[in-house]
């Protein structure tokens, strides 16, 4: 029986095509929601695709990021917490989670609105959030380029 898992598919072919852009012999930290369940037959998968391949020598360590491991059982936190990952630093592992405040400001007041009045609320909330990372893109690398002087 094969152990391709089309429930993992996407992922499975996103992760091996990042490796590949990564030299060999490298540890490789992979922040997935379910990472846990993920990484169970991950190499399995892999060697029984004929289309997915990692690189020899890379080290694959599975994490589940802060916030949704809160809501795992309570064995995947030892494994797979970022607080116990040796030289991870300090990390939510969050990305788009982190990003959803600017909207929750306003997604209580379109409850009451058209579902064409709602779009567009939401939507230009979005464009002013993404705006403003654009406009701080400048900034965050002028003060890289300042402390590497």
């Not at 929601?33 to 990692?54: G, H, T």
């Not at 890379?58 to 916030?67: D, E, F, M, T, Y």
């Not at 949704?68 to 970022?82: D, M």
């Not at 705006?131 to 300042?146: F, N, R």
């Amino acid at each position: 029986m094969t152990l391709i898992s089309y429930r993992q598919l996407n992922i499975d072919y996103a992760v091996c095509q990042s490796l590949m852009t990564i030299p060999p012999e490298l540890r490789v930290i992979t922040i997935y929601d379910v990472a846990c369940q993920w990484s169970i037959n991950f190499k399995k998968r892999i060697e029984e695709s004929p289309y997915l391949e990692i690189p020899e020598g890379i080290s694959l360590v599975p994490a589940v990021g802060k916030w949704h491991l809160g809501a795992h059982i309570p064995e995947c936190f030892p494994k797979y917490s970022l607080n116990f990952i040796d030289g991870i630093g300090q990390i939510d592992g969050e990305i788009l989670e982190t990003l959803w405040w600017p909207i929750d400001k306003v997604a209580g007041i379109t409850r009451a609105m058209s579902k064409a009045h709602r779009q567009e609320v939401l939507d230009d909330n979005m464009y002013d959030s993404n705006w403003k990372k654009w406009v701080g893109i400048g900034k965050s690398c002028l003060a890289l380029v300042k402390v590497n002087l």
